[in-house]
Structure formats: structure tokens, C-alpha cells
């Protein structure tokens, strides 16, 4: 397991899966909750079982896989849903996140967090990708297609912005273009890299 890790989360559009891919440019190795969630619920795993168990075949795309549009609807207007889903998924999520942390071969690892998860033990910094709020609406608008009340009942159940900056080690601000995202990362790319080799 590479003995460094960084984490990085940010609310639902604020551009972390971008900077997790700005990362793997530079070679490192990331660990992606989003990536391991749809994982852990392939067709035939066990959270898949229960989660097609629980809400019937109207969950099911047809090629087997699950419909994640159906799913998300369903748990942002039923909390209990919600809840029941994180507690399915947790566990199984984290084990595949430290598999792949466990087989980096890079400087230092990047652990992208869910949107409501905050620090783990397994890292060492935490990044939070920060942005507008009313930016976050329209990137993701424009990226899922979503209803506007749905977004920002999906945001309502995030941590508060003010919450998510009070873990950051680390602040990507992220109002800008890919230019300048770009060049923060190489920044705390070069900071990492030093923080790493003293580990």
C-alpha cells in the first residue's frame, strides 16, 4: 500500500472527479468511491441482490445492470431509503477502496471520496474541491439533466459547504476553467510529492 494518501471530496458539481483525473495524468493512482459504488453493484454482487430485492424490477435497466436515475429519485425523497442504501454499500465500498490503495505504485495515493463523506483513517490530507453553489446547479443540470428541485434536495442532503471546508488540509477552488485547475493540481501534485517522500 502506498504510504501516503490524500483524500478529496466536494459537494455533487464541484468538479472532483475532474481533479481526480487532473491526478492520474501525473501517475498517480486513485481510489474512486463513485467508481467502487458501481462496482460493489453489478449484476449478480450482493448489494445488487438486495438492492433489486428491496425495490423491484423497476430498478433494472434492460441489460441487467441497475438504473442509478430510478435509484437516486427514490432515496433523495425517502430518507429511510437513503440511509438504508449507505449502510448496504458502506463497508464494501471501503474494502475496494483499500485494495486499490493497497496495489499503488505511485509517490503517494488519491482517495476520492463520496459528496457526504468526510475524513477517513485512511488518509493522510484531505482536498476539498470548492465551488458556487449556483455553479454546482448548472454543471450538474447539464451533466445529469436533472430537475433543478432535485439537485438541490441532493445538495440539501450533502454536509453544508461551511462543514466540508472545516476538514480541508487542502482548498481547490474551482470557479474557473481547466486551465487553471490544471495548474493548482501540478501545484499540490509538487507538495505532495515532497510530503510523500518523508512519510
Same mark, same amino acid.
Request: no cysteine; charged share 25%; glycine share 8%.
Given at each position: 500500500?502506498?504510504?501516503?494518501?490524500?483524500?478529496?471530496?466536494?459537494?455533487?458539481?464541484?468538479?472532483?472527479? +475532474?481533479?481526480?483525473?487532473?491526478?492520474?495524468?501525473?501517475?498517480?493512482?486513485?481510489?474512486?468511491?463513485?467508481?467502487?459504488?458501481? %462496482?460493489?453493484?453489478?449484476?449478480?454482487?450482493?448489494?445488487?441482490?438486495?438492492?433489486?430485492?428491496?425495490?423491484?424490477?423497476?430498478?433494472?435497466?434492460?441489460?441487467?445492470?441497475?438504473?442509478?436515475?430510478?435509484? #437516486?429519485?427514490?432515496?433523495?425523497?425517502?430518507?429511510?431509503? #437513503?440511509?438504508?442504501?449507505?449502510?448496504?454499500? =458502506?463497508?464494501?465500498?471501503? /474494502?475496494?477502496?483499500?485494495?486499490?490503495?493497497? =496495489?499503488?505504485?505511485?509517490?503517494?495515493?488519491?482517495?476520492?471520496?463520496? +459528496?457526504?463523506?468526510?475524513?477517513?483513517?485512511?488518509?493522510?490530507?484531505?482536498?476539498?474541491? %470548492?465551488?458556487?453553489?449556483?455553479?454546482?446547479?448548472?454543471?450538474?443540470? /447539464? *451533466? %445529469? =439533466?436533472?430537475?433543478?428541485?432535485?439537485? #438541490?434536495?441532493?445538495?440539501?442532503?450533502?454536509?453544508? *459547504?461551511?462543514? #466540508?471546508?472545516?476538514?480541508?488540509?487542502?482548498?481547490?477552488?474551482?470557479?474557473?476553467?481547466?486551465?487553471?485547475? *490544471? /495548474?493548482?493540481?501540478?501545484?499540490? =501534485?509538487? +507538495?505532495?510529492?515532497?510530503?510523500?517522500?518523508?512519510?
Amino acid at each position: 500500500m502506498t504510504n501516503y494518501v490524500v483524500g478529496i471530496t466536494g459537494g455533487i458539481g464541484s468538479g472532483k472527479s +475532474t481533479v481526480a483525473e487532473l491526478f492520474e495524468e501525473l501517475g498517480i493512482t486513485v481510489a474512486d468511491a463513485d467508481q467502487a459504488s458501481r %462496482d460493489i453493484v453489478k449484476p449478480g454482487e450482493t448489494a445488487y441482490l438486495a438492492i433489486v430485492e428491496k425495490f423491484g424490477s423497476s430498478v433494472i435497466l434492460g441489460d441487467g445492470t441497475l438504473n442509478r436515475a430510478y435509484l #437516486r429519485e427514490k432515496i433523495f425523497s425517502r430518507k429511510s431509503d #437513503r440511509l438504508w442504501l449507505e449502510n448496504l454499500t =458502506h463497508m464494501p465500498i471501503m /474494502q475496494n477502496l483499500t485494495n486499490t490503495l493497497r =496495489h499503488a505504485e505511485s509517490a503517494y495515493g488519491i482517495l476520492m471520496l463520496s +459528496t457526504g463523506i468526510g475524513k477517513s483513517p485512511l488518509m493522510h490530507r484531505m482536498i476539498v474541491v %470548492d465551488v458556487d453553489p449556483e455553479l454546482q446547479v448548472s454543471r450538474v443540470k /447539464q *451533466r %445529469d =439533466h436533472n430537475d433543478e428541485s432535485l439537485i #438541490r434536495k441532493i445538495m440539501a442532503s450533502q454536509p453544508k *459547504r461551511e462543514e #466540508r471546508l472545516s476538514w480541508a488540509d487542502d482548498i481547490i477552488e474551482n470557479n474557473g476553467d481547466l486551465t487553471s485547475l *490544471r /495548474q493548482k493540481v501540478y501545484d499540490f =501534485h509538487e +507538495t505532495y510529492l515532497k510530503l510523500a517522500s518523508h512519510a
